[in-house]
């Protein structure tokens, strides 16, 4: 489909976690590049810019949020689709994500609500995006 071979960054420092999801996207073809944390996120994004999907859990260790790390990949790269995860119930993520034009996952998440938020970033008209960091200051 459309959607083959497109550049996921992943990021997500528990390591069963972070594997069931790559396994999950590679199954949908994607190319997938995990990484555990916010440094390994910026480093890999620093040498390589055309990731189309960040898929970030929100806690994570290394002195960076997921949140800074969506920022700088928006920052880095605007065209770069942005899906946040999360293992809590924190209703202030989702709202921040939706706010800024990003998708997000509660943990743990099915395959088939992975693959439902990943075809509605990428099916969604241009003009109906939003890239919004406004609010993220």
């Known amino acids: 489909p459309a959607l083959a071979k497109r550049r996921v960054l992943l990021v997500e420092d528990m390591p069963d976690v972070r594997d069931a999801i790559a396994a999950q996207l590679e199954e949908m073809g994607f190319r997938v590049t995990p990484v555990s944390d916010g440094p390994a996120a910026l480093a890999t994004l620093d040498d390589s810019d055309d ?3 960040l898929i970030t859990d929100m806690g994570l260790p290394g002195g960076m949020s997921g949140l800074d790390v969506a920022k700088a990949t928006s920052a880095h790269n605007p065209g770069t689709k ?4 999360t293992g809590y119930n924190d209703n202030p993520t989702a709202s ?8 997000h996952l509660r943990k743990p998440f099915k395959r088939a609500a992975l ?13 109906l995006q939003r890239n919004d960091r406004t609010n993220l200051h």
């Open 96 to 103: 921040l994500s939706e706010k800024c034009g990003w998708k």
């Open 51 to 53: 990731f189309d999907l």
């Open 115 to 127: 693959a439902e938020v990943i075809i509605e970033l990428f099916e969604q008209p241009r003009h």
């Open 82 to 85: 942005v899906i946040t995860i």
